[in-house]
């Protein structure tokens, strides 16, 4: 059974910085590949960004291109999103997701899911 543990979320202005981390085992991210994907209240779950097991590809929706970064940690047990210059429309609950094979930007190809961390962004 995958876990997936989300952390980092809060309330912050906007043009503040977040780091959200998504812990797991290393055996998780050494076979499945991870993204992040986002729901604001009455929206459908949305995707954010992904890597692959191998790093060799890394994919984000545009809206957060330029300013978020997905990558994994010094420690290879977590994935991490930082989030820069956030806006209002960043607001979401974010979640991380794991998925064996290829990368889809399709929330409902992705097996595994962490409860998720909000994030809420002021003007």
């Known amino acids: 059974q995958v876990q997936l543990v989300e952390s980092g979320g809060g309330s912050?202005?906007?043009?503040?910085?977040?780091?959200?981390?998504?812990?797991?085992?290393r055996n998780t991210?050494?076979?499945?590949?991870i993204a992040w994907f986002r729901q604001a209240p009455g929206k459908e779950?949305?995707?954010v960004a992904a890597i692959s097991v191998s790093d060799s590809f890394i994919?984000?929706?545009d809206?957060?291109?330029g300013r978020f970064t997905?990558?994994?940690?010094?420690a290879k047990n977590t994935v991490d999103l930082q989030?820069?210059?956030?806006?209002?429309?960043?607001?979401a609950v974010y979640y991380c997701a794991a998925r064996y094979g290829t990368l889809t930007q399709y929330h409902g190809d992705w097996t595994f899911w962490g409860?998720?961390?909000?994030?809420?962004?002021?003007?």
């Open 63 to 65: 809206s957060v291109k």
């Open 45 to 47: 779950r949305e995707f």
């Open 12 to 25: 912050v202005q906007a043009g503040d910085s977040l780091r959200l981390s998504c812990a797991a085992s």
């Open 29 to 33: 991210f050494t076979t499945y590949g």
């Open 115 to 123: 409860q998720g961390t909000p994030v809420t962004v002021s003007s």
């Open 70 to 74: 997905i990558s994994r940690g010094n």
């Open 83 to 91: 989030m820069n210059s956030l806006k209002p429309e960043d607001t």
């Open 59 to 61: 994919s984000y929706v």
